[in-house]
């Protein structure tokens, strides 16, 4: 009986035991209920509460780059802006000193490069003049009534006017 000696040490382990099935799940995919009796359960720990303050900072540092990326974009914006209306300044000043200029050699007619850059100065000013207007339009103070009779005003009681570009730094 070599046979059968040798059965009865071997041991057990057939498809007919319940830990041979538990055994082809996945140990993350076991229910927690069959962890067996000398097991302990994992206790589910509770909110790290640095975990606000970690996306609370994320959500800064993001925006922070966003502003950064805002201000060179304006930045150059403005560049290109000045310099598109210095050479427009030219143009019009060389026109009324009377010299002959090529309007459409300086302003880029026939380049689409230089074509699509004014395309785009002039989209961008036609959205800024209605929001100017409306800006001016609430500037204005409505003239108060007042009990004094109308006389026109002296040279000390006029305010001086400013140009638009008082606020860029010219007078």
Do not use: Y
């Not at 070599?2 to 538990?22: D, H």
């Not at 055994?23 to 000398?38: D, N, Y």
């Not at 609370?56 to 950064?68: A, V, Y």
């Not at 000043?93 to 002039?122: C, S």
Request: aromatic content about 8%.
């Amino acid at each position: 009986m070599p046979l059968a000696s040798a059965l009865a040490t071997r041991p057990l382990s057939s498809v007919a035991e319940t830990s041979f099935w538990k055994s082809l799940v996945p140990k993350p995919l076991r229910s927690r209920s069959t962890a067996g009796p000398g097991k302990k359960t994992k206790v589910q720990k509770g909110w790290n509460p640095a975990t606000f303050f970690i996306f609370i900072f994320l959500l800064i540092g993001s925006m922070s780059i966003q502003m950064i990326s805002l201000k060179k974009d304006f930045a150059t914006f403005m560049r290109q802006s000045d310099v598109r209306i210095g050479l427009l300044r030219e143009v019009v000043e060389k026109l009324q000193k009377g010299e002959e200029v090529d309007v459409e050699k300086v302003l880029g007619t026939g380049d689409p490069e230089r074509e699509l850059a004014w395309e785009e100065v002039l989209r961008e000013i036609e959205r800024e003049e209605p929001a100017k207007q409306q800006r001016k339009k609430q500037a204005e103070p409505t003239p108060a009534p007042s009990s004094k009779p109308d006389t026109p005003p002296t040279e000390a009681t006029r305010t001086p006017v400013q140009s638009t570009l008082a606020s860029k730094g010219f007078f």
